[in-house]
């Protein structure tokens, strides 16, 4: 696998819709989701390493094991499942799903103690919690939450401390506690989950558990049972936060909605004596663990004297606007809180996707300060980047995002210069050559502005509301910006506009400028590219033919020659132009190419989905593309000669700006960085890392480095300006800094000349070098065909050589494999059938000895029985003459006693006595001897018989004993035959391998062949195409020269013309200086006519006005009149009751007085007298009626 030719080095920013969305690997180690990657970051050396999420689809939740050697990542998508991850080998492990899931998407997970289960939280409709043995990729319990009546949203799972059987489940309307049964989970302990609004859950030790609301309060609870209600309290967060209930009056409030934003408890993190909790926007409060047993935890307070009043100690995000809690702008909602396994740092997460950090502060209240988080490594943008530039002499990137913020950072040393905020939405933004200025399209106007230290000031506008794109020039001394479908050239200079250009049907959508700042070109919505005249105003060329296509990105090579990409869906075309002349400009578009790009896009694997932005490095070494996917394409520089495009998933959302830092101007430095910005407010450096020292672009680079001028001012810092107002020196006055700037413009514009001049030479010199180059290659393209056909050739002649000796060997190799395989059958049966007789010979002679030793046997054994007998015998028939012999004597014996007792005589029987007692010695002795005798004679027999017995089985064992060897001898033959078989069945199986890598080489000497014959093709194609091109090139001079002819006859025709025309031109000059005189009197009677129309609409607005008086003077008077006839009636009805009394004087004069009084003298109708002529009438009336009332 090849090196990729874009790797990524640096993020700025994080992924939204994240739960638990950063986590400590170690120590110094952070982790957190950030466009397609998850980022870990080293802030100790403050580096990054990324390990990729593309195959999690869209992350939803992460999970950090306890020992931290695991992290769990949660998807959603069409399969919603959970990645286990090695942190330390940064590969995945296992791949979890589960069948029963209805849901697409988990919303939290969780690591068992042990970590060898993990839970899963599955998000609507069904609310599935599914419990993991993740090692063997298995489920082990699945519970469905909907079917708890009044369930709202779940947002946290978590385990116990120590228990892997015990877990807990929070969400709106939703405690509960689960503990493992059988592979089942039930609950227990409390059971008023109902009754709150819960945000986040965290175990304080093995016994407690703590719950965040959403009314500023954390539940606490023990042993599964509600013990107390721990209140969060600071004045932003209302008074009623002060009330503490117990357990019972939470109860009480079930069925309530939402809590106010700024009273949520949004994270709760413990550590070592205490928790901290996050309430409201921007605050952290820390709690202490107290050794009171009805306390719990108080919450710290920076003084404890009676005489100052408590401040509740909390950390702070920032210091919010007044107007922020009711805006809602501003606020950072801390959504994660992460403490470090020391228990050192604290990392904070917040819903405008920013990363915070401080040091755990110590919990003596006499040490505690008020601290603020600052930023883990700079501010992000909190929505999308709308736009963004770079430039050359400085290694900056400046990005406008949806939350109405420019931010300028530094792409090298990976950090944030500043930040400034508009109060309208950003459309376009361009970066001066310099970086020292910057230019804002904002909803009213087109702003440019100073690049200070900390800030951007404003120092002029141009009138062009939603300017969509704008551009400084490469000299830094013009500015073109769109209006609409025009183009308004301006002097950055004078500050005045020099040119309005129109030329598109359409908005313009990209502007793009020349190296030398001669020329402009503008791409509009309607696919058409135009370029102008930057110092006359007028268009030089112009490509039409790319109808209802969209612009993507332009770009201009060091030769001058410009490249246009245009989209169509999800593919693209490349337009690139060849310098006629300064002045005109031909576009060729190649429809090879063309074709060969569409087929190459086609053929990504990854579908990047329509195209929104594309970039191509000057020197046109690599090009890039973006998607509405948010993938990074990329791909060598020429396409012709490229391979194959690699996506690489950058963002999480559309990719809206994809450049290189020096993308508008004409040398880019060492091409070393490319930076992309998505609609998810994610800016990303990326590393070229298929850079060559040697390469075309990085030699042409470094070159053109030596001599690009280099800005003097730098961003001023607040330690240089400190160091400057406290030095002895005087400030600079206004002169003196206008005089260096006027210095330092005569020194750039000359040092610009310089450039141009050698611009001309080198423009010079590469077309010489061209044509030269254009001659070796004529010279040398006969050489390379022949040399490259005799390659060919002798390849074929190798090829076919080694085919028929490959043929040769395998028919040998066969032969000699059938030979031996015969050769080894027949030896082994022989051997076999030898063993096999030896075998049987030698069974048949153990069989034969067998029987002889056992015949032998007996016949020694009836031998010992006979001579026994026969020993018996006649030791019998001895002790019988024996006995028959003393039996005789004693009867003799008797019979002399007998003689002697009659003879009497003493002497004779002791004599006798005597005689009889030797004899039976003499007989008993010799009975002795005779047995001994026996016994003895016995003994020898049987000894004769064992000695040859044991002759015998000697003979027998020694027999037995070589015919064992004999046994072994074979048994070994058989073995080293077995070897030798095993041996040649390798050499087959070796030379069949043999066979094969033969086969093999055969196979990728073929492609090769193959391969060489498509280069060999290709070349011919190139050498035809050439030949076409060279032909072409002699033709067109050819017809050159023959029109330069033609041309200088009919030039001389057209002077002669040129003095007709001259002639005929005077009376039309003066009939159009007529004219004009006509037309300035025209347009004088024109303003006369619009002063007498503006006074005729003067003198209407007046009568309208009058008509509007008359009416209302109309409506009085008809009121007045009904008021009148009121009156009228009223007088009437009084006379007609006076008339009653004309009988009776004195009561007539009294109702005539009280009429005078009530009609005349008190004024009643006064207001209807307003005419002399009624006045009259009514003053004589009145007399008459008092000199009548007197009579």
């Known amino acids: 696998m090849g090196v990729p030719l874009v790797e990524p080095e640096y993020v700025f920013g994080l992924r939204g819709g994240v739960t638990e969305c950063v986590v400590h690997v170690d120590t110094d180690t952070v982790a957190y989701p950030a466009g397609s990657y998850l980022v870990l970051h080293d802030t100790a050396k403050q580096q990054q390493h990324f390990v990729s999420l593309t195959e999690e689809a869209i992350p939803t939740a992460l999970a950090i094991s306890p020992k931290r050697q695991y992290l769990g990542v949660c ?81 946290s799972v978590t385990y116990h401390l120590e228990d892997n059987g015990i877990l807990s489940v929070v969400g709106e309307r939703v405690l509960k506690l689960l503990k493992l049964n059988d592979k089942l989970l039930k609950t227990w302990g409390y059971q008023g989950g109902h009754n709150h609004n819960c945000q986040c859950q965290v175990w304080a030790d093995q016994h407690t558990l703590l719950v965040g609301t959403d009314v500023a309060s954390v539940l606490l609870l023990e042993e599964g049972e509600l013990r107390a209600e721990i209140r969060v309290t600071h ?21 309530r909605g939402l809590g106010p934003r700024h009273r949520r408890v949004t994270a709760l993190k413990v550590f070592v004596g205490g928790f901290l909790c996050a309430c409201g926007p921007d605050k952290v409060f820390v709690f202490q663990k107290s050794d009171d047993v009805n306390e719990h935890y108080f919450q710290v307070a920076r003084n404890k004297s009676p005489d100052i009043p408590t401040q509740r100690y909390m950390l702070r995000i920032c210091e919010p606007s007044p107007g922020a809690l009711v805006s809602g702008r501003g606020e950072h909602t801390i959504t994660t809180l992460s403490l470090s396994p020391g228990e050192k740092n604290i990392v904070a997460a917040t819903h405008t996707r920013q990363l915070f950090t401080n040091p755990l502060p110590s919990l ?57 905020a508009f109060r309208e939405d950003i459309f376009s933004i361009s970066l001066h050559p310099t970086g020292l200025h910057v230019a804002v399209g904002l909803t009213d106007a087109l702003r440019l502005h ?30 073109a910006a769109a209006d609409g479908n025009l183009l308004v050239i301006t002097s950055n200079v004078s500050l005045r506009k020099i040119f309005t250009l129109k030329g598109h049907s359409a908005k313009v959508t990209g502007i793009g400028w020349y190296p030398d700042s001669s020329a402009a070109m503008t791409c509009a919505a309607d696919g058409t590219v135009v370029g102008w005249d930057a110092h006359k105003g007028q268009s030089i060329w112009e490509v039409s033919s790319l109808t209802s296509a969209n612009y993507l990105t332009w770009t201009l090579s060091l030769d001058g020659k410009p490249t246009v990409l245009v989209g169509h869906g999800s593919s693209f075309t490349e337009i690139t132009g060849g310098q006629v002349s300064f002045s005109n400009l031909v576009f060729v578009i190649r429809v090879i190419q063309f074709e060969y790009v569409i087929q190459m896009v086609q053929d990504i694997t990854y579908e990047p989905g329509d195209l929104t932005c594309a970039g191509i490095s000057p020197v046109k070494t690599l090009v890039t593309l973006g998607s509405t996917s948010g993938q990074l394409v990329v791909n060598k520089y020429p396409l012709h000669m490229a391979q194959k495009f690699t996506a690489f998933q950058a963002h999480s959302g559309s990719l809206n700006k994809v450049f290189y830092p020096c993308i508008n101007v004409l040398v880019t430095g060492d091409e070393s960085k490319v930076v992309t910005c998505g609609a998810d407010g994610v800016i990303l450096v990326w590393r070229v890392a298929a850079l060559e020292e040697d390469s075309p672009g990085y030699v042409a680079a470094r070159e053109r480095l030596e001599d690009l001028p280099r800005v003097p001012e730098m961003l001023v810092t607040r330690t240089d300006l400190q160091t400057r107002l406290n030095s002895p020196y005087p400030p600079l006055t206004p002169q003196k800094v206008m005089l260096s700037w006027i210095s330092l413009l005569s020194k750039t514009r000359h040092h610009l000349e310089e450039l141009e001049r050698r611009v001309s030479y080198l423009s010079r010199d590469k077309e010489v070098h061209l044509g030269l180059q254009q001659q070796e290659f004529a010279a040398s393209r006969d050489a390379l065909v022949a040399r490259y056909q005799t390659i060919v050739d002798q390849m074929n002649d190798t090829i076919q050589t080694l085919e028929k000796e490959r043929e040769q060997l395998k028919d040998g190799h066969k032969g000699s494999l059938a030979k031996l395989a015969d050769e080894h059958s027949n030896v082994m049966a022989e051997h076999q059938q030898e063993l096999r007789k030896k075998l049987l010979y030698e069974y048949s002679k153990q069989d034969k000895l067998e029987a002889k030793l056992k015949e032998m046997q007996q016949t020694l054994d009836r031998q010992v029985e006979e001579a026994e007998k026969r020993t018996r015998l006649e030791l019998q028939e001895r002790l019988d003459q024996q006995e028959g012999v003393v039996e005789q004597l004693k009867m003799d014996f008797e019979k002399a006693a007998q003689i002697s007792s009659i003879m009497c005589e003493p002497s004779l029987i002791t004599l006798l006595q005597h005689i009889v007692a030797v004899f039976q010695t003499k007989t008993t002795a010799e009975l002795e001897r005779e047995r001994s005798e026996g016994a003895e004679i016995v003994r020898l027999v049987e000894a004769a018989t064992e000695a040859e017995l044991g002759q015998v089985r000697s003979s027998l064992h020694a027999q037995l004993a070589e015919e064992h060897q004999n046994v072994i001898r074979l048994r070994s033959e058989m073995a080293a035959m077995r070897k030798n078989f095993v041996t040649v069945q390798r050499e087959r199986e070796q030379k069949e391998e043999d066979l094969r890598v033969l086969t093999d080489d055969k196979a990728k000497l073929q492609s090769s062949i193959r391969g060489l014959e498509r280069e060999l093709a290709a070349l011919r194609r190139e050498v035809n195409h050439r030949d076409d091109i060279i032909h072409d090139r002699e033709s067109k001079i050819t017809n050159t020269r023959e029109r330069i002819g033609e041309l200088e006859k009919q030039r001389f025709l057209l002077d002669h013309q040129l003095g007709q025309l001259k002639e005929e031109l005077e009376p039309l000059q003066a009939a159009l200086d007529q004219r004009s005189q006509q037309i300035k009197q025209m347009e004088e009677e024109m303003s006369e006519t ?40 009223r007088v009437l009805a009084d006379l007609a009751s006076a008339t009653h009394l004309i009988h009776h004087p004195k009561k007539l004069k009294d109702a005539i007085k009280t009429l005078n009084d009530k009609y005349v003298q008190s004024g009643r109708l006064k207001e209807f007298w307003t005419r002399p002529d009624l006045d009259k009438i009514a003053t004589s009336s009145a007399d008459d009626m008092a000199k009548h009332i007197k009579e």
């Open 364 to 420: 003596e209240a006499a040490k505690l300060p008020s601290l603020m988080f600052s930023p883990l490594h700079a501010r992000h943008h909190e929505g999308g980047v709308v736009d963004a530039d770079g430039c050359l002499w400085k290694t900056i990137v400046v990005s406008g995002g949806q939350d109405r913020t420019v931010r300028v950072w530094d792409y090298q040393e990976h950090s944030l210069l500043l930040t400034h």
């Open 450 to 479: 100073h690049v200070l230290f900390d800030c951007l000031r404003p120092y002029s506008e141009i009138r062009i509301r939603r300017c969509g794109a704008c551009s400084f020039s490469p000299s830094g001394n013009l500015l």
């Open 235 to 255: 004045p932003d967060l209302g008074p009623e936060c002060d009330k503490k209930t117990s357990g019972e009056g939470v109860a009480a409030l079930g069925g």
């Open 1090 to 1129: 619009r002063l007498v129309v503006s006074a005729r609409d003067r003198q209407v607005k007046e009568l309208g006005q009058r008509l509007v008086t008359a009416g209302q003077q109309s409506r009085h008077l008809q009121q007045r009149n009904h008021n009148l006839a009121t009156t009228l009636t």
């Open 75 to 155: 998807r959603a998508g069409d399969s919603a499942a959970v990645s286990v991850w090695d942190v330390a080998a940064r590969k995945r492990l296992r791949f979890l799903s589960c069948a029963e899931m209805v849901s697409e998407r988990y919303v939290a997970a969780a690591f068992s103690p042990d970590e060898r289960m993990v839970a899963a939280q599955g998000g609507p409709p069904d609310w599935t919690l599914v419990l993991f043995l993740w090692e063997k990729g298995k489920v082990f319990s699945v519970l469905r939450l909907s079917d708890t009546p009044g369930l709202g949203p779940v947002s």
